[in-house]
């Protein structure tokens, strides 16, 4: 069983760089075909597909959120990492980390495996 944990800092200020990190147990993140997506969910809105690395560490990024992320991985820690330049008070929301054979989508149904996520709010 494919297990996913997000790690990483609970309040960051604005303008600054968040990171988080999702250690991937019970499965390879250089596993074939599968995509490691980084997930996110407002307070009272609906999922947000951020982007994904693939098993060949190819990277992907939602049009609107290209210009301040990055996402890389740790194959020797079974790890891969968020990066979200220049945040805003509109970035805070509950950031989860998922697996499946899809990327870009904002339904739970298209994931094979996720995280318990992890609450991130922006505030100075």
């Known amino acids: 069983q494919v297990q996913l944990q997000e790690s990483g800092p609970g309040l960051v200020k604005p303008s600054q760089t968040l990171s988080l990190t999702c250690t991937v147990s019970?499965?390879?993140?250089?596993?074939?075909?599968?995509?490691w997506s980084w997930i996110r969910q407002p307070p009272g809105k609906g999922l947000e597909w951020m982007g994904a690395i693939n098993y060949s560490g190819s990277t992907y990024y939602s049009p609107s959120l290209k210009r301040r992320t990055s996402i890389s991985r740790d194959t020797s820690k079974n790890q891969f990492t968020l990066q979200l330049r220049a945040v805003t008070p509109e970035d805070t929301a509950v950031y989860y980390c998922a697996a499946g054979r899809s990327i870009s989508s904002s339904s739970w149904s298209a994931y094979d495996y996720r995280g318990q996520g992890t609450q991130v709010t922006v505030s100075s």
């Open positions: 019970g499965g390879f993140i250089t596993s074939n075909s599968d995509y």
